[in-house]
């Protein structure tokens, strides 16, 4: 911060100056496939059949209206895209993909074979499988919730082919010069004159099973690099080798150089690709893996859609955060990952090893995303974490509760909850590819067991939900609603209480959000203990968020039926913090 003279003022160590603009969208994260799904088997490396797999048509009124009743103004419909997959479609005119380039019986949805066209999975009719998609779409918009459906910028699957495409689009490498590694009009990079090897000894379903085609081999040559920026004929089975990169224009072995003039052709399909599927009446779009397409394609192609399609968001997965600031200001993005930051520093809070500090929470708004913090986009969970509750990470779905307040009321941005994490979903489970790692799957098929005690065979009242699942629910719901209506959390400043250490007790954390019209006071214990909290707003505090120092403060609990708290301006009063507890006070003058 600079003043007029020109001297530097030290920043207000409690606050920001930066503007804050009201982003508060709530995003329910489901994997489609599985959402809908009502089949309990779940055996390891199950095909369709045996395991089941959720349709679009499951996705009912009473569905969308529940989660519009949780607090979610956005739907982010996961692995929509048809994708490689060892289910036999050939009947339909779907080309059979090769199982030594897949993961999982289901496949990677981040593996994309048609850009153009929908999962044959997730429809009752796959001949009409487009038509349920759109009435999906129509049916999430009847609910008054928005459409989110994932684009992946970076990488197309071993085997692209699409069947759907419409008059005069071209696939991806229809016309390259595969005797070069690298042109700047080439959809892909190329490894001339050696042959692809899958990776050795992978065995796509275990030694058990045989998927289709599954024979150590997979006819690509030359090779083409992986999606993972692998330039290698022999990618190993941790690399993302079930994908191949896609070329915008940069030269990755030489020095990454840039070719951007004239416009690549990649880009160009891009384009049209983003401006078809808004086409669709989608109202945004996650983009897998951002930050590894260059920004100057997302500087020019976001501009384009939003030109046709003012309202569209565009959001970056994204985990380096020197890149934050350039992918919004030049890129265009609407909203980040903020996984590197708060994801990170909560999850060791949560993880009761002893390793969190509450100084990480600190950090984020101080310096990670100081300037952006209404475009970050928080979580808990997603398709890429463990679960809460599973073993491998917090172990209760009852962590969530002080974790998913800071996520949720830190900024004004907005905020995702994945599905069957608000029924404390625990991930257990052998799936298939991915194995037993806390997980649910994007690999396989599966049923969901928390999500189907909620689902109730498609009544979605939460029938089979035990009462601790009820309970856990409600606290999300209160929590969400409350971000979503109150003008403190959706717009309001923020000002710190703990900042400093020593303030309050390891693993608790205070601050006010307020505008000149409401005040909303959060007071977390991370801690799986009660904890002895001293709260007191001095003098400073309630100037800072615009209330005098005179008379008595009433603390309403906006997510409990608590009596209200009385507290004198600048007097200490000890609050007995319960473990893994949050309470979001509504500050008034009595």
């Not at 915008?248 to 072995?253: F, K, W």
């Not at 997965?317 to 980040?336: A, S, W």
């Not at 974790?403 to 404390?424: D, K, N, R």
Request: hydrophobic share 35%.
């Amino acid at each position: 911060m600079t003043t007029s003279e020109g001297a530097t003022e030290t920043p207000n160590p409690y606050t920001t100056d930066e503007e804050v603009t009201d982003q508060k969208l709530v995003i329910y994260q489901m994997m489609t496939r599985l959402f809908g799904n009502k089949k309990t088997v779940n055996k390891t490396y199950g095909t369709l059949q045996e395991n089941g797999v959720g349709k679009f048509n499951d996705i009912t009124d009473k569905a969308l209206q529940e989660i519009k009743k949780l607090g979610a103004t956005h739907v982010w419909y996961t692995g929509v895209l048809e994708h490689a997959l060892m289910t036999d479609y050939t009947k339909f005119g779907i080309p059979l993909d090769d199982a030594d380039v897949i993961k999982g019986r289901a496949g990677s949805p981040y593996a994309i074979k048609d850009y153009y066209d929908v999962n044959p999975d997730l429809a009752v009719d796959v001949r009409k499988r487009m038509t349920e998609f759109e009435a999906l779409v129509k049916r999430t918009h009847g609910n008054g919730l928005k459409v989110i459906i994932d684009f992946v910028p970076n990488h197309v699957a071993r085997k692209y082919q699409s069947d759907a495409k419409p008059a005069g689009v071209e696939d991806f490498g229809a016309k390259d010069d595969v005797t070069v590694g690298f042109k700047s009009s080439n959809n892909f990079y190329y490894l001339p004159g050696q042959p692809l090897q899958v990776p050795s000894g992978y065995n796509a379903l275990s030694a058990s099973f045989k998927g289709p085609q599954e024979d150590g081999k997979f006819n690509e040559n030359p090779a083409k690099a992986s999606g993972n920026d692998v330039f290698s004929a022999t990618p190993s089975v941790d690399d993302w080798f079930e994908t191949v990169k896609l070329n915008y224009g940069v030269d990755y072995q030489n020095n990454r150089t840039k070719h951007f003039s004239p416009t690549p052709d990649t880009w160009l399909k891009m384009r049209d690709i983003l401006m078809y599927w808004a086409g669709k009446n989608v109202d945004g779009f996650r983009c897998d893996m951002a930050e590894m397409v260059p920004v100057e394609f997302w500087a020019w192609v976001i501009p384009q859609v939003k030109a046709k399609y003012p309202d569209i968001k565009f959001i970056a997965e994204i985990y380096n955060p020197k890149e934050y600031h350039n992918y919004i200001k030049t890129g265009g993005f609407d909203y980040l990952y903020d996984k590197v930051g708060l994801y990170d520093g909560v999850r060791r809070l949560m993880e009761n090893k002893g390793k969190g500090n509450t100084a990480e929470i600190t950090r984020v708004w101080q310096e990670e995303s100081k300037g952006i913090s209404s475009q970050m986009l928080r979580f808990l969970e997603n398709h890429d974490e463990q679960r809460l509750a599973s073993a491998e990470f917090a172990g209760t779905p009852w962590a969530g509760v002080p974790a998913m307040t800071v996520s949720a009321t830190l900024g004004s941005g907005p905020v995702l909850i994945y599905f069957g994490q608000e029924v404390g979903e625990l991930g257990k489970g052998h799936e298939g590819f991915q194995g037993e790692d806390g997980r649910t799957t994007i690999f396989d098929y599966w049923g969901v067991p928390a999500h189907q005690a909620w689902m109730n065979g498609g009544k979605f009242d939460g029938g089979k939900l035990t009462e601790d699942q009820q309970r856990l629910r409600e606290f999300y719901t209160k929590l969400l609603n409350v971000s979503t209506s109150r003008e403190a959390i959706r717009k309001g400043k923020l000002y710190a209480l703990t900042v400093q250490e020593g303030v309050a007790p390891a693993g608790t954390y205070a601050y006010i959000r307020h505008t000149a019209n409401e005040r909303i006071l959060v007071v977390v214990n991370f801690n799986r203990t009660a904890s002895d909290f001293s709260l007191a707003l001095p003098a400073q505090a309630l100037s800072a968020v615009g209330m005098d120092n005179k008379g008595t403060l009433i603390l309403q609990d906006l997510l409990s039926s608590m009596p209200p708290l009385f507290l004198e301006p600048s007097v200490k009063t000890n609050i007995t913090l319960a473990p893994l507890s949050a309470h979001l006070f509504l500050l008034q003058k009595k």
